[in-house]
Nanobody
Framework: QVQLVESGGGLVQAGGSLRLSCAAS????????MGWFRQAPGKEREFVAAISRSGGRTYYADSVKGRFTISRDNAKNTVYLQMNSLKPEDTAVYYC?????????????????WGQGTQVTVSS
């Protein structure tokens, strides 16, 4: 079974950038669409971005369009989230997950066990 380890979070000022990484173990990574999700304190986990198996299709939540970019490196079993022009409302724990259906990911669901996530804090 694929295990997920997120990294790259931190404290950044508004307007700054961060690049998150999600390393996946197991041989099924290339068969899965992958997504990033986030959960802010007191809120439900929400969809952020998703990418198809080949990387040819991407989807974004309206709140991050034009600021975040999802990418993947299948040779490294890794998916990335480049976050630019960060805002205080982007503060959350960020998680990655995958599914055979990219549409399922856009609903906020993933089919693998959730990792511990990585904390992103944006100060104003």
């Amino acid at each position: 079974q694929v295990q997920l380890v997120e990294s790259g979070g931190g404290l950044v000022q508004a307007g700054g950038s961060l690049r998150l990484s999600c390393a996946a173990s197991g041989r099924t990574f290339v068969s899965l669409s992958m997504g990033w999700f986030r959960q802010a304190p007191g809120k439900e986990r929400e969809f952020v971005a998703a990418i198809s198996r080949s990387g040819g299709r991407t989807y974004y939540a309206d709140s991050v369009k034009g600021r975040f970019t999802i990418s993947r490196d299948n040779a490294k079993n890794t998916v990335y989230l480049q976050m630019n022009s960060l805002k205080p409302e982007d503060t959350a724990v960020y998680y990655c997950n995958g599914d055979t259906s990219i549409e399922i990911l856009t609903t906020g669901l993933g089919s693998m066990p959730w990792g511990q996530g990585t904390q992103v804090t944006v100060s104003s």
